[in-house]
T-cell receptor, first 110, second 110 residues
Framework: DTGVSQNPRHKITKRGQNVTFRCDPI?????LYWYRQTLGQGPEFLTY????????KSRLLSDRFSAERPKGSFSTLEIQRTEQGDSAMYLC????????FGPGTRLTVL | ELKVEQNPLFLSMQEGKNYTIYCNYS?????LYWYRQDPGKSLESLFV?????AVKQEGRLMASLDTKARLSTLHITAAVHDLSATYFC??????????FGKGTRLHILP
């Protein structure tokens, strides 16, 4: 069990570009969550999956954001036409009961 | 809407002293969590509290839960520098979606 992994760990992009992040959960964890954390704030829930089904999306998740978990294993979070306000740490967590967090992907939009 | 409030948000204390961080939440919940986050790092689970009157201790940290008052405390005994970090209180918002407080940034002075 290697824990939750996320790639890339850091991403710098120019405004208007698309970015995609990947999360690999702990094996056999059926639930997978995405959170966003801005500087000085606590993580905010974005969306979650049970197996391959996306069950809830936060109002924070604008139309530019899309998440998938195609085979119920890894997940991707894509942000289209990035804006400077998207700069944040994007955290993934997986669970069977308790949530375990990955190291996060830090996005900087210039 | 479930809200989680922590206080204080910033705390600077001397080594060897005791202090308490408070966490209030607005609606009933099945679980309360305490996490630690070091700068630039992800979240480390410290405690999961499930029932009224629950108390858990790990080293110099002790967490308690009063569900009637919707209050949890994280008590630090004889603080040491290694405990410097940001501590988050979080509450289960349903479907294991976690709602976080803003965090308490703890700085322990030698």
């Amino acid at each position: 069990d290697t824990g939750v992994s996320q790639n890339p760990r850091h991403k710098i992009t120019k405004r208007g570009q698309n970015v995609t992040f990947r999360c690999d959960p702990i094996s056999e964890h059926n639930r997978l969550y995405w959170y966003r954390q801005t500087l000085g704030q606590g993580p905010e829930f974005l969306t979650y999956f049970q197996n391959e089904a996306q069950l809830e999306k936060s109002r924070l998740l604008s139309d530019r954001f899309s998440a998938e978990r195609p085979k119920g294993s890894f997940s991707t979070l894509e942000i289209q036409r990035t804006e400077q306000g998207d700069s944040a740490m994007y955290l993934c967590a997986s669970s069977r009961v308790e949530q375990f967090f990955g190291p996060g992907t830090r996005l900087t939009v210039l | 809407e479930l809200k989680v409030e922590q206080n204080p948000l910033f705390l600077s204390m001397q080594e060897g002293k005791n202090y308490t961080i408070y966490c209030n939440y607005s609606t009933t919940s099945d679980r309360l969590y305490w996490y630690r986050q070091d700068p630039g790092k992800s979240l480390e689970s410290l405690f999961v509290l499930l029932s009224n009157g629950a108390v858990k201790q790990e080293g110099r940290l002790m967490a308690s839960l009063d569900t009637k008052a919707r209050l949890s405390t994280l008590h630090i005994t004889a603080a040491v520098h290694d405990l410097s970090a940001t501590y988050f209180c979080a509450v289960d918002g349903g479907d294991d979606k976690i709602i976080f407080g803003k965090g308490t940034r703890l700085h322990i002075l030698p």
